[in-house]
């Protein structure tokens, strides 16, 4: 076992705690978390397992798993990693953070999925090399506690001696698993995650199991008040309409639909267009209930109520290499990233409303408490004892990316002065001096123009684009849409020929089987052919490689040659071909060199000794004592120069505060 270098695991555990309502932390931190099964190789060979459910895993194995000489393999590894540290009684997990590699990272890395069962399916490996099929029913069996009835003798979990059979299935199943995780990893092995991702992975990973803490009082005073005024909603609703269930959307519609309301779904934009145009008060009322109500974001504090561990903290909220193909993070649990915004000006008053569970207070100071518990959702997450949050983030940051990628002269002129890109473009659409563009000026009008077009143009799109941005809402035209459209990429002739430039050079390589370099990317077609893989890749400038699973040409509607690859349609969620074109191209790579901006960030930000609690998109989260939160100092790491980025004029803003908020 001295030679070995490589050891390839998956296990099995019970916990009494859901994982998915509470996350990995929680669940692993549940006092009765067992690991029941060991499956493992060392170097590929066959894989033995070992039944911790009723045997102690033996000292030579016990010795590989914690010689930093031998790398620790697994799918989806943070999880081996945290479940392990509990069962050794590790004191210090992160130290041996550095000795595992994610299979599931290394999938992403080159453009496939998430999940082992979809990333064996999407690389073509042969039945006997896949996830067996059965393991859901198995984990509910075993890894989840039973409902005690008499047929089960009133008892609350299965163990290996109540179903010996089936208990057998499952050390194949776990096995099986090991099978299919070394078989992903031979296939993309020509393919390697680069070292700086694998550092960043780690920082991930301490990132998530520090946590970030939230205020318990906040919570429960939320939820308590949420449920007062639901309760009071729904009384209301059931005395206006007479339904026996006023919240469903089927009772409710053929109800609008007697009062003569025309009525095609209850969808949230539907039912605040359906609100301004009703002359039916009665109606107008249930369709403002049915908005109360339906306010998804209040159950984030149910999430946060299940996920934070016993100290106040909650763990993993990140997932790297999340969004695929770009490798920016996603959300998890809470889903920070797509928290609804704060425009209350006293907020710190609207806390302690709510943690004092003052229901009245809060209707009479704000009115739509569904909405004030809302907005308050952020201010849930707070620094530990004695410190503050310090939060900064990327100014316009995919406009400057793009811009210098282009060479879009007079937008980095833009960003080295004043930096007001919305004036700026208005006034390069319209001919108007930028002077002029100013609140109390009729020119400011065309400020919002501006906005607009930056924020729905950048990557070839058109008149679609800026109605799904809220063109309309915004009270522009049909009519003037196709104008904004021509003026716009007038202005911006180099971002234009960026896109074509980009795709162009996209066509050529998967025509010629020649590499392409093209505003410091290089474009080509790589394949390792006796594992069967080829991809069209992007070097970006950071050195990190953009991947598109098995590329091909196909004529598009006009005739004409179109990129296409394999990957995850975003509507069906099945693992598809998926073509694409200049503009998508340049928001692919104008949004991984954002992520990476933000991860050299991240990593200097660290060296620098902050803590990073969490981020979301360009923002960072610092939880630092109150005498260190020096704003101007991360503002200052957050901006300066990459050595990878020649040119590329960073500027990140924020401020200092007792809880999160959006400034």
């Not at 019970?14 to 499956?39: M, T």
């Not at 205020?215 to 009071?232: M, P, Q, R």
């Not at 109150?626 to 957050?638: F, G, N, T, Y």
């Not at 300066?640 to 999160?660: E, N």
């Amino acid at each position: 076992m001295n030679n070995m270098t490589d050891l390839s695991i998956d296990i099995e555990t019970f916990s009494s705690v859901g994982i998915k309502k509470s996350g990995l932390y929680k669940y692993v931190q549940s006092p009765d978390f067992q690991v029941l099964l060991f499956a493992y190789s060392f170097d590929n060979e066959p894989v033995q397992i070992i039944d911790l459910a009723q045997w102690r895993m033996p000292n030579d194995i016990e010795k590989a798993l914690l010689d930093p000489l031998i790398t620790k393999h697994a799918y989806n590894a943070p999880f081996e990693w945290y479940c392990l540290s509990k069962h050794l009684k590790l004191a210090n997990p992160k130290a041996w953070l550095s000795q595992w590699r994610c299979t599931m990272l290394h999938g992403l890395y080159c453009g496939y999925t998430a999940g082992l069962a979809k990333t064996a399916e999407a690389l073509g490996l042969p039945k006997d090399k896949q996830k067996m099929s059965i393991g859901t029913a198995l984990i509910r069996t075993f890894c989840v506690p039973c409902k005690p009835t008499s047929k089960n003798g009133y008892r609350t979990r299965t163990l290996p001696h109540h179903e010996p059979d089936k208990w057998e299935l499952f050390k194949d199943y776990c096995k099986q698993d090991v099978v299919a995780e070394m078989e992903i990893e031979q296939k993309l092995f020509g393919f390697p995650v680069p070292e700086q991702e694998q550092k960043l992975w780690e920082l991930d990973q301490k990132i998530n199991a520090r946590g970030i803490a939230v205020d318990k009082g906040l919570i429960e005073g939320a939820l308590y008040c949420s449920s007062i005024i639901t309760e009071e909603l729904t009384n209301e609703a059931t005395k206006l309409s007479g339904l026996d269930n006023p919240n469903s959307p089927k009772q409710l519609t053929e109800w609008l639909e007697e009062t003569g309301e025309e009525i095609t779904d209850l969808r949230k934009d539907t039912v605040k267009e359906l609100i301004k145009t009703t002359d039916n008060d009665t109606a107008k009322r249930m369709l403002e209930i049915r908005q109360e109500l339906s306010k998804t974001s209040v159950k984030k504090y149910n999430t946060m109520d299940n996920a934070a561990c016993d100290d106040g903290r909650i763990r993993g909220l990140l997932q790297f290499y999340g969004a695929n193909r770009t490798g920016r993070w996603a959300g998890r649990l809470v889903q920070m990233q797509n928290l609804p915004r704060n425009y209350i000006e006293t907020l710190s008053y609207a806390r302690d409303c709510v943690k004092a569970k003052k229901v009245d207070a809060l209707k009479v100071i704000y009115g739509n408490v569904p909405d004030t518990l809302s907005q308050l959702i952020r201010t849930a997450f707070i620094p530990s004892s004695g410190n503050v949050f310090v939060v900064a983030d990327f100014s316009a940051i995919e406009a400057r990316i793009i811009a210098w990628l282009a060479g879009e002269q007079w937008r980095l002129d833009v960003f080295a002065s004043h930096g007001k890109i919305y004036e700026a473009s208005a006034s390069a659409m319209f001919g108007v001096p930028l002077e002029k563009i100013v609140k109390g000026n009729p020119e400011y009008a065309l400020r919002q123009k501006g906005k607009i077009a930056e924020l729905a143009l950048g990557y070839q799109g058109a008149a679609g684009a800026l109605v799904q941005m809220g063109a309309l809402n915004m009270g522009l035209t049909e009519d003037e849409l196709p104008e904004i459209v021509r003026r716009w990429r007038s202005a911006n002739k180099r971002i234009v020929d960026l896109w074509y430039a980009i795709e162009n050079a996209a066509l050529e390589v998967m025509r010629t089987g020649q590499p392409a370099g093209i505003k410091g990317l290089i474009l080509a077609h790589e394949g390792d052919y006796e594992n069967k893989q080829d991809f069209l890749t992007v070097t970006l400038p950071s050195g990190r490689k953009l991947f598109y699973v098995k590329p091909f040409l196909s004529p598009n509607q006009w005739g004409n040659d179109s990129l296409h690859y394999w990957g995850m349609d975003q509507t069906t969620k099945k693992w598809s071909t998926v073509d694409t074109y200049g503009g998508k191209l340049v928001e692919n790579i104008t949004q991984a060199i954002a992520r990476d901006c933000l991860a050299e960030s991240m990593i200097q930000l660290n060296t620098a000794g902050y803590q990073i609690v969490t981020h979301i998109h360009d923002e960072v989260i610092l939880d630092v004592p109150k005498d260190q939160a020096d704003l101007d100092r991360v503002c200052e790491i957050m901006g300066q120069p990459i050595s990878w980025a020649q040119g590329l004029l960073l500027r990140a803003d924020g401020f200092v505060t007792k809880f999160y908020k959006k400034e």
